[in-house]
């Protein structure tokens, strides 16, 4: 019975990471992968409240702090959609110079608004935005996405444990352990690049790792001596 309860919490976990939600709407995904041999990338937008209507309001931001306009529009920028309906946002790219040896790492910003009834005139509106990861992803990389995180190298240097990616992929993190410690909130790292982790206390001599897959899915369990 035990092991039948574990089972069906990863699957409804598996199921969660793979969507995102916010307000009553659910966005189709975690991340959007826009493949560069394709002239655009899409996510569905659904509402499945019975009766609400949302203001839907989407744009693309740059990852970096750079004020630099991105080079991606998405269409419809802002709509209305009604109680148990769906719509896809269609993201384009419009130009701009982007590496074609690495991806490139971009937010998608999806804000949705309730409606209100004329009646309630003082009736607070409250906006909910979610934010997920829009992937540049140059031709000549689509066919090794899922084994990059295989490459992945790990160092401990004292309290700390440096994570290197000599992959062109942004590898994020589902878990990482050292020992039996998880470290809490990974993150991501970009590629070609290295981050620097706070080893739990406790740690062991061994690293375990899973990262997420371009369908928001977990990858199996890697583990190397450190």
């Not at 937008?45 to 702090?65: D, G, H, M, R």
């Not at 074609?100 to 309630?120: A, F, G, H, Q, V």
């Not at 993190?173 to 039996?180: E, M, P």
């Not at 991501?188 to 706070?198: E, G, H, M």
Request: hydrophobic share 40%.
């Amino acid at each position: 019975m035990l092991r039948k309860i574990k089972t069906l919490c990863l699957i409804v976990g598996l199921l969660a990471a793979s969507q995102a939600a916010t307000a009553g709407i659910i966005v189709g995904g975690t991340r959007v992968i826009y493949d560069s041999a394709k002239k655009e990338a899409s996510v569905n937008v659904s509402n499945p409240e019975k009766t609400t209507p949302f203001l839907i309001q989407s744009w693309v931001e740059n990852a970096t702090a750079e004020n630099s306009k991105p080079p991606f529009i998405i269409t419809p920028p802002l709509f209305r959609l009604d109680a148990g309906k769906e719509n896809a946002l269609r993201i384009v790219r419009t130009g701009g110079q982007l590496p074609e040896d690495r991806e490139s790492l971009y937010w998608l910003n999806i804000k949705s608004i309730p409606s209100t009834e004329k009646s309630s005139a003082n009736q607070l509106q409250i906006s909910m935005k979610t934010r997920i990861k829009l992937i540049y992803r140059p031709a000549a990389l689509a066919s090794h996405a899922a084994e990059a995180y295989k490459a992945l190298t790990f160092t401990r240097q004292g309290s700390q444990l440096t994570v290197s990616n000599p992959t062109a992929y942004h590898l994020a993190f589902y878990s990482i352990k050292v020992g039996s410690a998880e470290i809490k909130e990974a993150g991501s790292v970009a590629p070609f690049s290295s981050i620097k982790l706070p080893l739990p206390a406790g740690a062991g001599s061994q690293v375990s790792w899973q990262t997420i897959t371009d369908f928001g899915g977990i990858t199996p369990a890697l583990s190397k001596a450190l």
